[in-house]
Each structure stands twice: as C-alpha cells, then as structure tokens.
C-alpha cells in the first residue's frame, strides 16, 4: 500500500486502513484519539456509502448534507461527519437531606 493518501477516496497513507496498530485488536500502538470531525470523499458508489455507514456505527453523525460534483467521468461526492459533544459532567449536585434526630 502506498504511504500517500488517495485524494478520491480518503484511503491511504499513514494511519490509513491497513496501517498496524491503528486498527482495533491489532496489538500495536493504542488506536489514535478519534477525530471530531471528518469529511469522507469518494465516488458515488456502495463503497461510499459503506465508509459512511461504518463512521455512523463509530458515533459519528452526519454534519450538513452531501456535496457531490462531476469530474467529467464520475460523480464524487463528500460528506462531513462529527463526533457529538459529550454530555456535560458537571450539573446540580443533589444536596443530602439532613437527618432529623430525637431531642
């Protein structure tokens, strides 16, 4: 596989599909901190939509709508993904009742 990354398809490159100790259950390096925001491009074909549905899958949810344009031979198009904030952590904390006791 080649280090530089395939401009049609997102694929390639370091840290790319394929590279050790990126994917899960690999047993090299710990998988890198997941990006919060990605923009997926490729042809217009069941590959795409599987490399969407599988950022889905990851947590990921779709940002805005699809670009698509014509390179004179095929359809490419892109689509913008985000990691959803976290929930907030921090919020009202209960206050304990305080305990009555006989006089």
Known sequence: MSD???PTTGTGGPGGPGDPGTEPGTGGTPE???LRYR???GPDDR???ERISAALDEGYVLHGGP????DGTRVIVAQAVVLPDPAP???PVPVPRAQVLPA
């Not at 670009?67 to 014509?70: E, P, Q």
């Open 39 to 41: 923009l997926l491009t």
């Open 32 to 34: 890198p901190e997941r």
């Open 47 to 49: 590959t795409f939509c």
């Open 67 to 70: 670009a698509a344009t014509f």
């Open 4 to 6: 530089a990354p395939d």
């Open 89 to 91: 952590t921090t919020g």
